[in-house]
């Protein structure tokens, strides 16, 4: 997203566009606009400030089709185009991914999609993520529209991550905020037995990074909580059980009930959320019951994270600023 410092409160209004924080910590409905329409630049300005404040920002009743999904997101900063995708993606549209593609991702290495899935998350906390957060450079915003949803399940949820760091303790937060951890591609993936297609793609597609612990927001100048449960692996300069214990603690930090919004999609839903300030965790609870789930996402290039110190995250392997 463009460089912006501003504030949005349940006040926040532009010619009957308004916000409705909808949790005291994440999440505003905004009610009163058209996201297919031409945008006056007032109006652009109140949903910027209401992402940066709420983290996440929902919009109902939308009738976006590909091209006003992408000049929509476009807005707010430059699409990523992503090297490559599956078959449910339109091709027209190159900045535009269907989440249905990751239901084709376990057949690709000889697996159902849910054997695939639960070898990946296989705790309760590893579900949680930023989108691409192994990259030097991960999204800055991510725009989800549904298109086809469940008539129940099948909602997502978001974590505050600078909320999460603010509720630490004094001590605890001047501890973290010195600390860096890596982010890679496939932490925690457990093999199976034998060949396994799937652990060959992750060795030889690794994509990782060194992050700070603590990020600086680059538009509120908030410290974030900068972790995950998807891609983070170590903690620098500790051991092993002193990295897990840290991880897990500020994981389900991260996710306290009070700092989470958990949505519930209806065909033409809209979601919009700062991917530098908030983890997410997709649904769980419709895979069995046979409905289907198609989303449409475009994110927003991003920046390099910043920590408290001023250091820059530094490229691992298989990633450079701005090459996707």
Known sequence: MTTHRATADQTDRVEGVAVRPVAGHIGAEITGVDLAGPLDDSVVAL?????????VVFFRGQELDHARHVAFARRFGEPVVLGRRGS????????????????????RFGMEHEEWLRRRRHTLLRGWHCDHGARIDPPAATVLRAETVPPYGGDTTWANLAAAYAGLSAPVRAFVDGLRAEHRLGVGYQPRAGDDAYLRHLLDHQVASVHPLVRVHPETGERVLFVNGYYVEQIADVSRPESAALLEMLLEQAV???YTVRFRWEPGSVAFWDNRATIHLAPGD??????PRIMHRVMLAGDVPVGVDGRRSEAVTGTAVGRW
């Open 256 to 258: 306290r009930p009070e």
């Open 47 to 55: 949903i910027r400030r209401a992402v940066l404040r709420w983290k």
């Open 286 to 291: 419709n895979a069995h019951l046979g409905f």
């Open 88 to 107: 449910a993606s339109p091709e027209d549209f190159p900045e535009i991914e269907t989440t249905a593609d990751r239901l084709e991702l376990g057949g």
